[in-house]
């Protein structure tokens, strides 16, 4: 039970819900696109419902009231057409409006952090490279100092 507990407090899991949640409202919002705005864009060609376009494999394709095939093999292309659709419009807006923009600031963050890193090594070497210095000018004043103070005492 505390393994499950921990698996529900995990933030993938909230953040999953969230992500449904939205998800149906957003499909929501396409699926009114496709009929009130792309429907009758079509209609003006033909029947105002995608679903409606059909033909039919075994003729003669009869209905009854309901809409219930009584005779033949419709292919209801219609739907799939309209399904498309839905699915285009959520691929594009999910695209442009979160893929595309997270993407850009992902790389504009890369590159701040690059650009960080390279300026944190340039800043290392330049360090090192002076640490180098003042240990050639100790080993310099040692070596003169040891010279010089053993020459003296010598004499």
């Avoid at 039970?1 to 921990?6: N, R, T």
């Avoid at 899991?13 to 792309?38: E, H, P, Q, R, Y």
């Amino acid at each position: 039970m505390e393994g499950f507990k921990a698996f529900l407090m995990r933030g993938n899991v909230i953040d999953l819900a969230v992500a449904v949640v939205i998800g149906a409202a957003f499909t929501a919002v396409v699926n009114s696109i496709v009929k009130g705005l792309i429907n009758p864009i079509v209609g003006a060609f033909g029947t105002k419902d995608l679903e409606k376009y059909r033909s039919c494999l075994e003729a003669p394709c009869e209905t009854n009231a309901a809409g219930d095939v009584i005779h033949g093999i419709p292919i209801l292309w219609g739907s799939v057409l309209s399904a498309v659709l839905t699915f285009l419009i959520t691929a594009a807006v999910v695209y442009f409006l979160m893929v595309l923009p997270m993407s850009r600031y992902l790389a504009r963050k890369a590159a701040k952090e690059e650009k960080a890193e390279e300026e944190q090594a340039v800043a290392e070497a330049e360090e090192i490279l002076l640490l180098r210095q003042i240990r050639d000018e100790l080993v310099a004043q040692r070596g003169a100092a040891v010279d010089g103070g053993g020459s003296g005492s010598s004499a």
